[in-house]
Nanobody, 119 residues
């Protein structure tokens, strides 16, 4: 099992910044297979940022240049720095980890952290 705990959400005005954290514990091998998703009411959960197998970062087009995913292996933590936030980015942000086994990947999710962007 892998446990993920997100934190850092809150309310911010348009153009503001927030930094989210995701602490992993349990039986995971690498932070590489960890990503951030978000889901707003009435919409599907969408990928925001992730690490690729080549240890580079992948971003949704809408957040490129404003969001940064990073990690601290010593702290078992993945971060999402979000700058210049927009009202339409109000959502619950989830941390996801894929653990690959003999039967394929298993997805683990945190409970999410609410981000509200409003004036």
């Amino acid at each position: 099992q892998v446990q993920l705990v997100e934190s850092g959400g809150g309310s911010v005005q348009p153009g503001g910044s927030l930094s989210l954290s995701c602490v992993l514990s349990g039986s995971y091998v690498s932070l590489t297979n960890t990503a951030w998703y978000r889901q707003s009411p009435g919409n599907q959960r969408e990928l925001v940022a992730s690490f690729t197998t080549r240890a580079t970062e992948n971003y949704a087009d809408s957040v490129k240049g404003r969001f940064t995913i990073s990690r601290d292996n010593s702290r078992d933590t993945v971060y999402l720095q979000m700058n210049n936030l927009r009202p339409e980015e109000t959502a619950v942000y989830y941390c996801n980890h894929k653990r690959y086994g003999l039967n394929g990947p298993t997805d683990y999710w945190g409970r999410g952290t609410q981000v509200t962007v409003s004036s």
